[in-house]
Nanobody, 121 residues
Framework: QVQLVESGGGLVQAGGSLRLSCAAS????????MGWYRQAPGKQRELVGT???????NYADSVKGRFTISRDNAKNTVYLQMNSLKPEDTAVYYC???????????????WGQGTQVTVSS
């Protein structure tokens, strides 16, 4: 069994910052790409950004220059540092990771339960 557990969401004023964390636990043998997605009310889930095992990152245009993804491979954890937050960043943020369990031969995609981020104007 594998779990992704997010933390760090909350309410913040526009212009503020938040840091989200997502830790993988359970029968984790290895992790490939990790990333963050978000879903605002009435909208489809969208990519925020991804990070490879080597640390290469990719971001949605809407967050470039404001958000930073990092990871600690020893802790099986990915982070999302969000600065200069805007009301339109309000959404449920989901962690995603491609994980190979000890009993598997390939990596499968897993999702966290989501954490709410609300940015007030």
């Amino acid at each position: 069994q594998v779990q992704l557990v997010e933390s760090g969401g909350g309410l913040v004023q526009a212009g503020g910052s938040l840091r989200l964390s997502c830790a993988a636990s359970g029968s984790v043998f290895s992790i490939n790409a990790m990333g963050w997605y978000r879903q605002a009310p009435g909208k489809q889930r969208e990519l925020v950004g991804t990070i490879t095992t080597a640390g290469s990152t990719n971001y949605a245009d809407s967050v470039k220059g404001r958000f930073t993804i990092s990871r600690d491979n020893a802790k099986n954890t990915v982070y999302l540092q969000m600065n200069s937050l805007k009301p339109e960043d309000t959404a449920v943020y989901y962690c995603n990771a491609y994980i190979r369990k000890y009993t598997d031969y390939v990596h499968y995609g897993y999702w966290g339960q989501g954490t709410q981020v609300t940015v007030s104007s």
